[in-house]
Nanobody, 114 residues
Framework: QVQLVESGGGLVQPGGSLRVSCAAS????????MGWYRQAPGKQRELVAV???????TYAGPVKGRFTISRDNAKKMVYLQMNSLKPEDTAVYYC????????WGQGTQVTVSS
């Protein structure tokens, strides 16, 4: 069983930066692909970024070049650094384990607004 707890969300102005974090429990964290997803009001949940157990990464088009996903296997943490934030990045951001995701966190709200 894997538990995921996100933190670090909040309100940020357009053009600003924010880092959200995900703390994982359970064994074999280093063997798991980890991802960030988001869901805006009235929209479906969508992929933001994935970091594979190999360390390679992939990003959704709208965030490529602005967001960076990283992981610390020793601390069982996954991070999403978000720069040049736009109002359309406003969403609940979820951490997930596995591809396709098998375990989900509860989400953290990110609001980009002036």
């Amino acid at each position: 069983q894997v538990q995921l707890v996100e933190s670090g969300g909040g309100l940020v102005q357009p053009g600003g930066s924010l880092r959200v974090s995900c703390a994982a429990s359970g064994s074999d964290f280093s063997l798991a692909d980890m991802g960030w997803y988001r869901q805006a009001p009235g929209k479906q949940r969508e992929l933001v970024a994935v970091i594979f157990r190999s360390g390679s990464t992939t990003y959704a088009g709208p965030v490529k070049g602005r967001f960076t996903i990283s992981r610390d296997n020793a601390k069982k943490m996954v991070y999403l650094q978000m720069n040049s934030l736009k109002p359309e990045d406003t969403a609940v951001y979820y951490c997930a384990s596995g591809t396709p995701p098998r375990y989900w966190g509860q989400g953290t709200q990110v609001t980009v607004s002036s």
